[in-house]
């Protein structure tokens, strides 16, 4: 997960100030060494690093934070805010041209992950009521345009090729007037990328940027490359001026240094974060919300969006009228697992749960995931009759269903026993207060 090191050990700093009780100047220089030591494993830029601190301690040594009732959760307070202003202070949404036609030109180094974060902008904007098209300016990479015409495919998104043309500018200046003709309202332009900075490389850029005038340039990083990537965007800030970033691969980075940084070095702010290799897996960044989740608050707001994303109001339904007839099936059982799936799965969720971060919960997180595995290939290697009626289960149709789903018997007589204890709470929460009802399914998917 991501900054799953830094979370634990801040988690672990601000536990012992709250068993202090009483804090002194000296607790506090103490918590501000081991804050300084967490952030530097976490591959936070040291001049951040440096200025992060400095500011904390200033603002947690005052008089009315010592005298108060509540010193550690003050200090805790000073440590959100000030993780959030370094992270941006505020969600930077994406900007649109006043005209109504809108060029977002996409740049970063070779393999950050630049042109499938091209098909995720545009399932992105298509779900916020945009109409894209993709340009494949990259033609120097092998199968870089094929690359983005699958990607493109994938996000039902067309993609503007010219691939007998040598020159990117003349590609990006076409896609721009046929984007325009056919009534698009939004051009993604993918550019090439090097596996370092470089003069050639930089020079075409600002030539795509002069021919198209992009009303905002996207920078994409890779965050599992922390320090790196920070150069990078020091690089491409100062020649091309970005607009914006878009940090990739944040789910897979355990440190998360780049996150914390790349605000800070570049003074732009942190757009959309990368989760994930589906072309779903691409959320706006807010700072308040990524700072509660390091700190171990939790991230109820995306854990309310996500499922208000899932949501079906006819499944919901026809789940309610069944659970009102009693009719629940193992069907259904499984179909509600696919919803939590769909939803990101349990380690996204948890990871939004106050509370639910260190190695205990990923622990958890692991075993609840192979829990899920083993119900699915159980209830999968179930006949349609059995799925729908589980008293048929015999012995022999159990020791059947072992045999095809690589599970011991007792992992379905579990299975069975919990499903048993689903249906009957949910039978009785039918027949509870309708008020009550009505709200779980308003939030139900």
Partial sequence: MAFEGLSEKLQGVFKKLRGKGVLTETDIDEAMREVKLALLEADVNFKVVKQFVADVRAKSVGQDVLKS??????VVKIVQDELVGLMGGTNSRLTYSPRGFTTLMLVGLQGTGKTTTCGKLAGYLKANGKKPMLAACDIYRPAAVDQLEIVGQNAETPVFTMKDCPDPVTIAESALREAEIKGF?????????????????????????????????????DAMTGQDAINAAIGFNEALGIDGIIMTKLDGDARGGAALSAKSVTQRPIKFIGVGEKLDALEAFHPERMASRILGMGDMLSLIEKAQESFDEAKAEELERKMKKNEFTLEDFLEQIGQIKKMGGIAKLMDMLPGMSGR????????GEQEFKRMEAIINSMTKAERREPSILNASRRKRIAAGSGQSISKINNLIKRYEEARKMMRQFMTGPKHARNKLFRGLS
Avoid: C, N, W
Avoid at 69 to 74: E, H, M, R, S, Y
Avoid at 360 to 367: N, R, W
């Fill in 185 to 221: 309202d939004v051009l993604i332009v993918d550019t090439a990328g090097r596996l370092q900075i470089d003069e050639s490389m930089m020079d075409e850029l600002i030539r795509i940027k002069k021919a198209v005038k992009p009303h905002e340039i996207l920078l994409v990083l």
């Fill in 360 to 367: 205990a919960a990923i622990t958890e997180i692991e075993s």
């Fill in 69 to 74: 009732l509540t010193p550690a959760q003050q």
